[in-house]
């Protein structure tokens, strides 16, 4: 049984992403943590809008990744390896130049945001550079990823949220503050950056081979609006709830949110392993038996986390809140199981379409705006009691598990 399950590169892929990746978040809620400890809450509500401001602007990166990890796997399918190389470093190439326009242009917006909001318009400057780190860092990820480096993929992010927390709190006990927090996470995106080149020397050690990646570009955006579609369906709620809801009851429903989210980050590593080996296999063999074949065990796998955490959820709402963010939120006891639900369709969704995109399925993207107007409908005629979101949240996420399925089965 155990020999079986080492030899099984999705098994053993997916343990290694979710073990790193847990470590990953883990060290990401120190951080935070840590800062509104040490900042005080006067300039970590700075530090927090900013990041809030940026939030969205991080949205390509895991596009950029998921892109580059197809056309990794598809070059490492021919053993052409020369022409990873050139991919590796035109992207890079091409990514610094889009951060360094994006941020020219972004200039006017800084200042902005620095008149409105009243922060120090040096500061928001100064976080402009993480544009770099966004469109750079999963470049090399996603040929990581391509290649089924997990170990070294997961070891990366590590190393990227340990640097982050150990400089944070140097840059800010030294008297840096809120710009040492920021330069923390620049840095520690940056060291990631350059520690990701130690498992891809064998492939920058290769002759470049010549070949036009003008597809890449056409197969971005599918990629992008559906990655974006699925962070816009766990998000909208709670912008609904702040419109709609009073101060004390939107924040009790973000706690219920965030606890739902859980169930997503915790199965997002069974979809990061199943998209390379699905795409090798796709391309090497077109046939697309052994692509349902991953596809099937990775959807029995995510299944069986979003069973488990949906138990702990029905019998153990309380500890659970208590544990995680204290008795005044107890309040969300009754919707937890429900959130529990939604974020599990949104979790299956996720792994469906991914599957799609590994098997070069046209996702249209008028579907995907067709369930987001739905959610939004929904969420907006159901907003009397957080029990109504709740029950919002489930039938917009159903229909989009639903949906998933008959799109991919749909002949492009």
């Known amino acids: 049984m155990i020999k079986k399950i080492t030899s099984s590169e999705l098994v053993m892929g997916s343990i290694i992403l979710f073990f790193t990746f847990s470590i990953f978040n883990f060290l990401n809620f120190i951080f935070q943590f840590l800062m509104a400890r040490m900042l005080g809450p006067a300039e970590y509500g700075i530090f927090a809008v900013i990041m809030a401001l940026f939030y969205f602007m991080a949205v390509p990166s895991d596009s950029i990744q998921t892109v580059i990890?197809?056309?990794?796997?598809?070059?490492?399918?021919k053993n052409e390896y020369?022409?990873?190389k050139l991919l590796l470093i035109k992207s890079l190439k091409r990514g610094f130049l889009i951060a360094a326009i994006l941020f020219i242009l972004f200039?006017?917006?800084f200042w902005l945001f620095s008149y409105t909001l009243n922060i120090p318009f040096t500061l928001i400057t100064l976080s402009g550079l993480m544009l770099f780190m966004f469109f750079t860092t999963p470049i090399t990820r996603g040929v990581m990823q391509g290649l089924k480096k997990f170990k070294a993929l997961g070891t990366n992010m590590v190393i990227d949220s340990s640097a982050k927390v150990i400089l944070a709190i140097v840059f800010v006990?030294?008297?840096?503050?809120?710009?040492?927090?920021?330069?923390?996470?620049i840095l520690g995106g940056l060291i990631a950056l350059v520690f990701s080149l130690i498992p891809l020397k064998n492939i920058l050690r290769k002759k470049k081979e010549y070949s036009n990646f003008a597809g890449i570009y056409r197969y971005s955006w599918p990629v992008m609006f559906v990655l974006l579609a699925i962070l816009m369906m766990q998000s909208i709620d709670i912008i609904i709830a702040k419109r709609f809801f009073p101060p004390e009851m939107a924040g009790q429903y973000a706690v219920a949110n965030l606890i739902g989210k859980m169930i997503f980050f915790g199965t997002l590593s069974i979809s990061k392993t199943m998209f390379p080996l699905s795409s090798e296999e796709f391309e090497g063999n077109g046939d697309g038996k052994k692509?349902?074949?991953i596809f099937y065990k990775s959807l029995l796998i995510v299944s069986g986390i979003c069973i488990a955490s949906l138990l702990a959820l029905i019998l153990f709402p309380e500890i659970i809140i208590t544990l995680l963010f204290g008795e005044e939120y107890l309040a969300i006891t009754g919707i937890l199981f429900n959130m529990g639900i939604a974020f599990s369709f949104i979790s299956l969704?996720?792994?469906v379409l991914i599957y799609g995109l590994s098997i070069n399925k046209k996702i249209p993207t008028y579907y995907m705006v067709a369930f987001i107007l739905i959610q939004a409908i929904l969420l907006m005629l159901m907003h009397n009691s957080l029990m109504e979101l709740s029950i919002a949240m489930i039938i917009s996420t159903l229909l989009l598990f639903f949906g998933s399925l008959i799109i991919i089965r749909k002949k492009s």
């Open 82 to 84: 020369g022409k990873i």
């Open 173 to 185: 006990f030294f008297g840096l503050r809120v710009y040492g927090a920021v330069i923390s996470i």
């Open 349 to 351: 969704s996720n792994l």
């Open 291 to 293: 692509t349902k074949d």
């Open 69 to 77: 990890s197809k056309y990794t796997s598809k070059l490492k399918v």
């Open 107 to 109: 200039i006017p917006v």
